[in-house]
């Protein structure tokens, strides 16, 4: 049958569709099989050249590229999916790849990693976010994967003083939708007895628990994670959290997408130690310190006004062992390898008591 004519296709015609895909299914196999020999020789050269597996500017732009071929039956989104998992498995010929994450298995930071590297890395999760940093640079893990900030809850406690501590650069960003679920054994809110949460799912979700669960007591947990295998324990009792958790832990969806807020985006950093190179598409982080005296940091800001240099965030930390005095972490739009970010880091070292280049990467976009 000739593909412009699937659209008159009859009952009659359905065992010669199935065999047209199946010839099509082989092919598809079969030019898979050629792309990863390919990889696997691109391996070999990165391996002797003593480049990383995990090259974040290349895989970017080949998810932008192949999305900007959509069209009404494959939606930029499906694109990006489907070759998020074909650059994995590319990925994996060249080499393992190892990525640390805020443990348990399944949560948020679990479901961005397999967004950003697909299922065939190896996953390790950690207890904690300086166990991440840690593992990274002893060389357990090759990357990790770190949240830094909600669109409505703010900065994550403590993650940018880890910036400060460990000596690991940012690779990459991504941002990663929140969809929150309600989940539980029984399928009838009326049996909810107890809401078991991480205190930030409870907190984007307050208007529709005070709406539909107004007398259901909380108790807050240390990860949506260990809320649902609370909630799988107890028959009176539901959790907060994705679908992929759900799923993973076996329980019944009973609501789905109930945050307040529908534009919910956690954005997620790549630490390792790599230094992308310039897409024209970047941001740089800095760490800097300033002296007490007045105008200091708004000459630093003058210094990249003048260059038009666009400051995405400022945040300030508490210098540790210094009481009442203040780190500064800034993301740039721009590379450091650009002509007026370098000029700018180099008068901003003149300015500040000290500098931290904490990477350039490429800009990250939405899942």
């Not at 590297?117 to 893990?141: H, I, L, Y």
């Not at 009838?188 to 949460?197: A, C």
């Not at 909630?231 to 759900?246: E, K, M, Q, T």
């Not at 630093?300 to 508490?318: G, K």
Request: with cysteine; charged share 25%.
């Amino acid at each position: 049958m000739q593909s412009g004519k699937y659209e008159d296709a009859g009952w009659g015609d359905l065992d010669l569709c199935r065999k047209d895909i199946d010839a099509i299914d082989a092919e598809i196999l079969s030019l898979l099989s050629k792309r990863l020999d390919v990889a696997a020789a691109i391996g070999r050269i990165k391996e002797r050249r003593g480049m990383a597996v995990f090259d974040p500017v290349r895989e970017k732009a080949i998810l932008d590229r192949m999305a900007q071929k959509s069209h009404h039956r494959l939606t930029p989104g499906a694109i990006r999916d489907i070759y998020t998992r074909i650059i994995s498995a590319g990925r994996a010929v060249q080499g393992p790849l190892k990525v640390g994450f805020l443990g348990p298995e399944a949560t948020f930071s679990h479901q961005a990693a397999i967004s950003i590297f697909g299922n065939s890395a190896q996953f390790c999760p950690s207890r904690t976010f300086e166990d991440v940093f840690g593992s990274v640079e002893k060389g357990n893990c090759h990357q990790g994967i770190i949240p830094v900030e909600n669109s409505l809850e703010g900065s994550v406690a403590g993650i940018w003083d880890l910036f400060n501590k460990f000596d690991l650069k940012i690779c990459g960003e991504y941002y990663h939708r929140i969809r929150l679920s309600l989940m539980a054994q029984t399928r009838d809110l009326s049996g909810i007895r107890r809401l078991y949460s991480h205190p930030m799912p409870l907190a984007q979700c307050r208007l529709w628990l005070k709406s539909h669960l107004p007398d259901v007591p909380f108790e807050s947990v240390e990860s949506t994670s260990l809320a649902a295998k609370m909630a799988n324990d107890d028959p009176d009792g539901a959790a907060l959290g994705s679908r992929f958790l759900a799923e993973t832990v076996g329980l019944k969806l009973l609501k789905e997408d109930i945050e307040d807020e529908p534009h919910n985006v956690t954005r997620f950093l790549v630490v390792g130690n790599s230094e992308p190179r310039p897409t024209g598409n970047d941001k740089t982080t800095l760490l800097f310190f300033l002296g007490h005296r007045p105008g200091a940091l708004a000459e630093v800001l003058s210094v990249l006004a003048q260059r038009e240099i666009n400051v995405c965030r400022i945040e300030s930390r508490p210098m540790p062992m210094r009481s009442w005095e203040y780190l500064f972490f800034v993301d740039l739009e721009g590379h450091r390898d650009d002509p007026a970010m370098a000029e700018a880091m180099a008068e901003m070292k003149r300015l500040c008591v000290f500098v931290k280049w904490l990477g350039s990467y490429p800009s990250g976009g939405e899942s």
